[in-house]
């Protein structure tokens, strides 16, 4: 079995922190990769000293720097996770690649720019290594299950695909600097979306300041999105609410599946219509996975795992580079949308500089 070099830059909650915030574990990035009994993580980087520290004492990491391409030129790392904040994602994976790894582990959303994007995809492309974006709903089993039970036919075609990511703030407050809801949290939504129903061809939306008007960005979007397949899907994101709510309903002929807030299952079952009654909607079992997955296996562990098979495989992990392309690419399209009066903006989008900092300018 090879031994995997692991090097983090960025050592906050991701990374590290949150392990110690949840009782599911591993739950961070440096968790899933303490876990692997064929991974050693040697190194880490972080710009604040304290949380560098910190970092190194939670996992036992005494090689800590402050600067990462020292940490890139001085470690002979196999696998570098890049777990800061989006605006720096382009520049240190560039880095990564170049510096002789063999996988890159990056932390969503892929970066706030198409260009950037591009310049990261075509960086691990050209050192031929596997680039894998965290959007981590890609790894888990319920997801997996949901879309075994999709593509089986059992519930009909799918139609229509309706989806919520509200009451997320972006933390600290400064990412909303360049981050709104659609960049910070919503990123997950489309990704996912496009896991069940495949390409988006054409995407119309808002984003809209209503309340906090001190932040740069919007607070609230609602978009509409067109499959290549023909499935529309509805997408509304604010963080105006008290609550946090993240779910998707996939809507199809025969049923309902709900992923998320109010996980559920719900199946027609035909009634003669001469009886004056409908179609009724019958709760059923939630699928179970269909793979053989140890399903005590978080989805970050999963994740890393599926980064390490790809290296030895040569192949690509769940969520790769494209992925992540293609996530940052509705978005972008949302705001062009909101650019143009709200109307419909087609995809592939043209425009590759960053959407946000345009219609802050104009």
């Not at 990769?33 to 560098?52: E, G, H, Y």
């Not at 800061?84 to 706030?112: D, N």
Request: glycine residues 8%.
């Amino acid at each position: 079995m090879n031994n995997y070099r692991i090097g983090i830059i960025g050592c906050g909650r991701i990374a590290s922190t949150m392990e110690d915030e949840s009782d599911i574990h591993p739950i961070s990035i440096a968790g899933a990769f303490d876990t692997l009994p064929n991974t050693t993580m040697v190194s880490a980087c972080n710009r604040s000293q304290d949380k560098l520290e910190a970092f190194g004492q939670r996992w036992g990491v005494d090689r800590l720097y402050q600067d990462y391409t020292q940490m890139l030129a001085g470690e002979n790392l196999d696998i570098v996770c890049v777990a800061t904040h989006p605006p720096l994602h382009q520049e240190m994976v560039v880095a990564a690649a170049q510096s002789g790894i063999k996988g890159v582990f990056c932390e969503k959303p892929m970066a706030l720019d198409l260009a950037a994007c591009e310049a990261m995809i075509q960086a691990c492309e050209r050192a031929d290594i596997p680039l894998l974006i965290n959007c981590s709903r890609r790894w888990s089993d319920e997801y997996q299950a949901a879309k075994d039970l999709l593509d089986s036919g059992a519930l009909g075609p799918l139609l229509h695909l309706v989806g919520h990511c509200q009451g997320c703030k972006p933390s600290p407050d400064w990412v909303a600097d360049t981050e709104g809801p659609l960049l910070h949290d919503a990123v997950h939504t489309f990704d996912i979306l496009r896991f069940f129903a495949g390409e988006v061809t054409s995407v119309l939306g808002t984003a809209k300041r209503r309340k906090r008007h001190e932040f740069p960005v919007e607070d609230t979007s609602y978009c509409l999105l067109q499959f290549e397949n023909g499935v529309d899907g509805v997408v509304i994101s604010d963080e105006l609410t008290q609550y946090e709510r993240w779910d998707i309903e996939l809507q199809c002929e025969k049923g309902v599946l709900r992923l998320g807030f109010g996980r559920g299952l719900w199946v027609a079952e035909p009634i003669e219509f001469e009886s004056g009654s409908w179609w009724n909607l019958t709760p059923q079992k939630f699928p179970e996975p269909a793979h053989s997955a140890d399903r005590s296996e978080t989805s970050v562990l999963q994740a890393a795992k599926d980064l390490i098979e790809s290296i030895e495989n040569q192949s690509q992990p769940r969520c790769n580079g494209d992925d992540g392309y293609k996530a940052v690419e509705i978005i972008m399209a949302i705001y062009e949308s909101e650019r143009r009066g709200n109307s419909w903006v087609d995809l592939p989008l043209g425009v590759k500089d960053s959407l946000v900092e345009i219609l802050q300018r104009e």
